[in-house]
Every structure is written in structure tokens, then in C-alpha cells.
């Protein structure tokens, strides 16, 4: 039965990806994490996801990854792992001082239900999270999706967390990419700047994992505009989702049409400045 549908010459499959490279939430959100400048990666699970994930992006990006976990132990997996957060956050702003973490979950921790939303608030009110820095956090089961989702949720998270409204027209464009290569970003950004348009693309992991051998260490490669710039968006003039795929996979209540928050639309060419009940 198989032989009948062997071909007898043997042909190219250059079209065909054979295995396709698809593995699990938190890769892709480790991804859109280090595309944020002086930002560290959390992952809230055992060592050895952190491991698979930190892997997975070296060995294909071949720079090194860094990135931080909650380390659970049997313990943390029967009772949740609030206590190892709280203690990871503490130790990651005394010991490496990023301006932000960026927490995903793992299988473990959304299968014991862990709210990593009440476990940061908690980390900022006991004063573990330093005046100006911040802790925020995707969802990231790794049994929904795959890395492309994954990336997609945790750059939901950050628009979310970070966007507010100024009131004022900021002249800027935003480009939210879905899950490219470094230098894909790069081009992103030099065909932006052909058409006469300063973007601001987040996340931004051009020059992080595909940067120059300098024969330097760098624990916080500079990646794409500080947080300060872009978490701006609500004076920008439009965002500009770049993928198809950037599409949550559940549209929630912050989204009138799956992507965008209320309000926000694509205007490639002359948008009025949103205002007042406009913003998001
Ligand atoms: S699939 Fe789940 S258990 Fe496996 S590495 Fe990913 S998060 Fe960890």
C-alpha cells in the first residue's frame, strides 16, 4: 500500500518543512521578552523548563539567553508557587537590577492555577519591586498554542500593562511584529524608515539575538526603544500588527475585534489624533 504511493524518482521537498520546528508558549514569550530593553525573562515553573526554553532560543539563535525561574520544587508544585515568585523577584532586582521582569507561566504553574497577577501585586506592596521598575505577566499554558501564540500573548501583556495615554500626538507609528527573526525587525524598521515613518517597533529583538561577536558580555543587550518611548501608544498614530498570527486565541474583553484594543484601528495614511473616549 505504501510502495504504491512511493514515487519511483526521487524528488526535491524544498517547499516542505520536515518536523517543524513548533514548541510550547513560553519559548515565544521568552522571545518577545528579550525584545524588550533592560528587561529580564521569568519563567514561573521548574528549572527545567527555563532550561528547555533558554536552550531552544540559543541553539538557534546561537547568542546566549538569559532568563530567570521561579525553581519549583514538589513542594511549590502541591502548594503553588507564590513563595518562589515573591523570593525570585527579590533576588532578581538585589542581584541583576533589569528595569522590568517579565513573568510567563509554565504547564506546571497554570495547571496548580497559580494568579501571577495577585502574587506580583503582593511582590509590590511587601516593597520587593523597586521604585520605577516593574514585574508584569503573560499567560503562557503550554498545552494551548505554541510559541507563536505564546510570543503573541506576552506582547499582548505588555501593551497592556505599559500602554497609557498621554493626550498628545507623539508624531510615532507603532509596529507590533508578530513572531519574526531578529532581522526581519531590522528590515521592519529600515522599510519604515524608507516611507518616512519613525517607528517604534515592540517587541524589538534586532541587535539582541543577532548581534555583532564583540567578544564582550552584555547581560541586557540594548533591545529596541526604552520602555518609556513606546509604552505609549495610546498618542500614536495608529498600531500596525504585522501578522496574522497575532491574534489572541481567546479575544477578551480589552479587544473590540480581537487585536486592538476599543477604539484602536488601522490607518496607514493620516489618522486623526485619537482623543478623550478614543483612547484606550
Ligand atoms: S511543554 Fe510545559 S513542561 Fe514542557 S518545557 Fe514547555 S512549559 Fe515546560
Known sequence: MLLRHTHKEILPRKALTVNPAKTCQPVGAMYASLGIHNCLPHSHGSQGCCAYHRSALTRHYREPVMAATSSFTEGSSVFGGQANLIQAIDNIFTTYDPDIIAVHTTCLSETIGDDVYQITNKAVKEGKVP?????FHANTPSYVGSHVTGFANMTKAMA???SKSTGVHNGRFNI?????EPSDMTEIKRIAM???IRPIVFPDTSDVLNGPMTGKYKMFPRAGPPWR???APGTAWAPLPWA????PMRPGPWTANGMFPAGWR???????????SSMP
Do not use: A, D, N
Not at 521604585?131 to 514585574?135: A, E, I, L, R
Not at 496574522?244 to 491574534?247: A, E, G, K, S, Y
Not at 488601522?266 to 478623550?276: A, E, L, Q, V
Open 131 to 135: 521604585p520605577g521598575k516593574h514585574v
Open 160 to 162: 497592556l500593562y505599559f
Open 176 to 180: 507590533i511584529p508578530g513572531y519574526v
Open 194 to 196: 524608507e516611507m518616512g
Open 229 to 231: 518611548i513606546w509604552s
Open 244 to 247: 496574522p498570527w497575532h491574534q
Open 266 to 276: 488601522i490607518c496607514p495614511s493620516g489618522c486623526p489624533p485619537r482623543t478623550g
